[in-house]
């Protein structure tokens, strides 16, 4: 019975600091692989050399890779994800009017005039009162 037996207690607190930074480390890097590569696929300006090439390099040689790419591309990294973000909203926003526009009969005209006005408030040619007051005179008639 000479054998020891390490317990919890036996594992001392800068230990267990250490292995939570080196877990939150290792999280941070697969978190910024997935961003990298989706970067790479999101971009269409990068060919399918370039994008194979990149993809590669992050993958065989991971942590260079990764610095190397957002030294390299990572100014534009936000501007892509901007405008893959505003063309999906652009994509639900005519869904939604091709949907509100081809409901049952007398549907169509309120959602166009309720578009519409809800246009001119986000450019500020309307109040909020005189949007309410014009939104409720379309709802009624």
């Known amino acids: 019975m000479s054998d020891s037996l390490y317990l919890a207690y036996d594992y001392p607190l800068l230990g267990a600091f250490w ?6 480390l290792w999280i941070l890097w697969i978190i910024l692989l997935f961003r990298v590569i989706g970067d790479v696929f999101r971009d269409d300006s990068l060919s399918g050399w370039g994008k194979t ?39 639900l926003d005519a869904y939604i009017r091709q949907t509100a526009g081809s409901g049952t009969t007398g549907t169509g005209g309120h959602a166009d005039e309720l578009a519409k006005l809800s246009e001119l408030k986000t450019r500020g040619d309307l109040t909020e009162t005189e949007f309410q007051h014009a939104k409720e005179k379309v709802l009624s008639s």
Do not use: C, H, N
């Open 53 to 91: 090439g990149w993809t590669f390099f992050v993958i065989i040689t991971p942590f260079l890779g990764i610095f190397v790419y957002l030294i390299a591309r990572g100014r534009d990294m936000g501007k892509r994800e901007q405008q893959s973000a505003r063309a999906r909203q652009e994509s």
């Open 19 to 24: 292995t939570m930074m080196w877990i939150f």
